[in-house]
């Protein structure tokens, strides 16, 4: 757990702080599958753990506040209007590996999860 606590980030502008105590702050953090082709963008805070099971490690991300929210592109932001709003409690399962290099990556799948898109969380650079 030591080595997955403290920044994240990903190439679309999301943030991930993942606290020692088990407590996350993040910004602007997509949904998974296919919630993520709803377009809704979440800030927040809640609780995290790292699991271990015959399937590999993960990690289960739980929101317990939303403080924001935001749509992705113009086009979901038009949609958004006829759809309802983000959820106002989420849990995200981010999948544990190691990088070519050997550094922790956490990633999600989003859209169909059969096509295997992965969004992909990494530290900031020094």
Known sequence: ???????????????????????????????QDFDFDDGWRVSGTGTWELTDDSDGQDIRLAMTTRTGFETRDA????????????????????????????ALELFFFYGDPDIGNTYVMTRPPA
Not at 7 to 30: H, I, K
Not at 80 to 89: L, Q, R, V
């Open 75 to 102: 086009a979901t932001a038009a949609d958004a209007s006829a759809s309802a709003p983000p959820p106002a409690t989420y849990t995200w399962h981010f999948y544990v590996r190691r990088d070519p290099r050997e």
């Open 1 to 31: 757990m030591t080595e997955a606590a403290g920044s994240w980030e990903n190439v679309e502008d999301t943030r991930l702080t993942l606290r020692p105590d088990g407590t996350a702050l993040f910004q602007r953090l997509d949904g």
